[in-house]
């Protein structure tokens, strides 16, 4: 198509506007992190972090029964998107049957991770949600504990990775036909699965700044080659989009690793938690998929899409393939200037 009709504007805007809501309401979800380290027979060393624009903070607090004593001064600070504060505690038990709780956490959308470490190696996960504030240290969680937190920390991390999400996107607008889909979504799977496992495992140490940064200039390519597309030009990674679902898909696998970073893996169940979060994350991209493949559906059946369809001979695919190429495009090259840009001035 050489121009744009009256319908694709005004999909670009909407688009637009959905698309920087989602990443707005995105940043309040995120979760917070709570962590209790071992550090002596009855001591522990507390780390509670929360999300944060600027000097603002989300308004929950980490509190523990009253057998647990504070000891020491706090210490806060701002930064990175966090407001991160330690102090250090003392129980007679080791923490056995102590009460966590996140005061606040009710009254907002977000979740927290609590991770408790012994010196002995044991360690204890757990999720607390807006209608599960509490829980009681238990120094013989199980593995199945520990399981179910990290593939809900999987799906949360794609669906809630837009970024990630869009390149998805992107790549379901590329290809043609279900055979070419499922290939290309395989080899992606494939690659940030196999950069995932390396990064966690210490085998690739990248740092996080230029992958994301080159996660953003994944997505304006992808993008820029739905356009070529449109235009019926053909190029290498239209003919054969698997490749550059896998190239770039080892990079959004170094992406996740640095979110499953900021939280850490037991260190007794590296394997089992690992491998339910990378699930997880399939879990939440295979999701998504589904959702696009049901909106689909659903548009291909309104009157005006029809219409559109009747008086183009193109098929609705057209229609939605253009629009959203220049969002996504153009929201992911603004990513790439501004993560340029904090890099240099870091």
């Known amino acids: 198509m050489n121009r744009l009709s009256l319908l694709q504007i005004t999909m670009i805007f909407a688009l637009l506007a959905l698309l920087l809501s989602f990443q707005a309401s995105s940043h309040e979800l995120r979760p ?33 029964d009253d057998s647990v004593v504070p000891t020491g001064t706090p210490r806060a600070s701002f930064a990175n998107g966090f407001y991160t504060e330690s102090w250090d505690i003392r ?15 009710s ?21 607390l949600l807006p209608d599960k ?40 607008l590329l290809v043609s036909g279900w055979r070419q889909l499922v290939i290309t979504i395989t080899a992606f799977t494939l690659a940030h699965s196999l950069t995932l496992a ?12 230029p992958v994301e940064a080159i996660i953003a200039l994944s997505i304006v390519f992808v993008a820029s080659e739905i356009l070529q597309k449109q235009r ?28 499953l970073a900021e939280i850490g893996v037991p260190g007794h169940a590296i394997p089992l938690s690992l491998a339910v979060f990378n699930i997880g994350v399939e879990a939440g991209q295979l999701a998504f998929i ?32 253009t629009p959203v190429s220049y969002v996504v495009g153009g929201l992911a090259a603004w990513w790439l200037v501004d993560r340029t840009l904090a890099m240099m001035l870091v």
């Open 232 to 259: 019926g030009r053909s190029t290498i990674a239209i003919q054969q989009p698997w490749l550059v679902a896998f190239a770039f898909g080892l990079l959004h696998g170094l992406g996740f690793a640095g979110a």
């Open 107 to 127: 009254q907002t959308m977000t979740d927290a991770l609590v991770r408790i470490q012994w010196q002995d190696g044991r360690e204890q996960v757990a999720r």
């Open 32 to 64: 917070a992190y709570l962590q209790v380290r071992q550090t002596a027979e009855e001591s522990f060393r507390v780390t509670w972090r929360v999300p944060a624009r600027g000097d603002l903070r989300l308004a929950i607090n980490a509190r523990f």
């Open 133 to 172: 504030t509490g829980m009681v240290v238990d120094t013989r969680a199980s593995g199945a504990q520990v399981a179910a937190t990290y593939f809900v920390l999987g799906v949360e991390h794609i669906l809630l990775g837009i970024d990630h999400l869009l390149f998805v996107l992107a790549l379901v």
């Open 198 to 209: 390396a990064a966690v495992l210490g085998w690739v140490a990248v740092p996080q700044a």
């Open 290 to 321: 589904g959702a696009l493949a049901a909106l689909y559906w659903l548009g291909r059946r309104l009157p005006s899409v029809q219409l559109w369809e009747a008086r183009t001979s193109a098929p609705a695919s057209a229609l939605v393939a």
């Open 91 to 105: 129980h007679p038990e080791k923490l056995a049957g102590a009460q966590v709780s996140i005061d606040g956490l």
